[in-house]
């Protein structure tokens, strides 16, 4: 995927791959911005995948999953969607506290379509004198 994709703008001497036990860690760094990165953890039937503040979990088996591609599949084609500026990730705040983060994906046609949601016990929620602001953010490592 990275052969085909081509990211140039991805650090090649922050990013990295590591083994262990566990799995495989893979960390793409974004050139211009260190604070733009990508964590893929992969176990032996699970991945999760983190950028931007947001994490998108696989769970697989041996079987396929129901859209006839195996996790493993689903997981390299959600990192090419990163990559490509195709993630996009919204992040509540109450102060400088976050709330909640939102992910999701953008169609061809500009549509977002919601992936996932995490919000933050914090004692942020309780303080209602503060304004929330929401941030998006989305990247493109091409």
């Known amino acids: 995927m990275l052969d085909s994709l081509q990211p140039g703008r991805v650090d090649p001497r922050r990013s990295s791959v590591g083994f262990d036990?566990?799995?495989?860690?893979?960390?793409?760094?974004?050139?211009h911005r260190q604070d733009r990165s990508i964590l893929v953890t992969v176990g032996d039937?699970?991945?999760?995948v983190a950028t931007l503040g947001a994490r998108?979990?696989?769970f697989g088996s041996a079987d396929v999953e129901d859209d006839g591609r195996p996790w493993t599949a689903q997981v390299v084609d959600f990192v090419a969607e990163i990559l490509r500026g195709e993630i996009e990730v919204e992040t509540t705040y109450r102060g400088r506290a976050p709330l909640s983060v939102e992910h999701f994906s953008i169609d061809a046609t500009g549509r977002r379509r919601s992936l996932g949601s995490t919000g933050f016990l914090t004692a942020a929620?309780?303080?209602f004198w503060?304004?929330?602001?929401?941030?998006t953010a989305r990247a493109s490592w091409l």
């Open 56 to 58: 998108e979990h696989f």
């Open 130 to 135: 503060r304004s929330k602001r929401t941030e």
């Open 125 to 127: 929620r309780f303080f």
């Open 21 to 31: 036990a566990p799995g495989v860690e893979v960390r793409l760094v974004h050139l």
């Open 45 to 48: 039937s699970d991945a999760t």
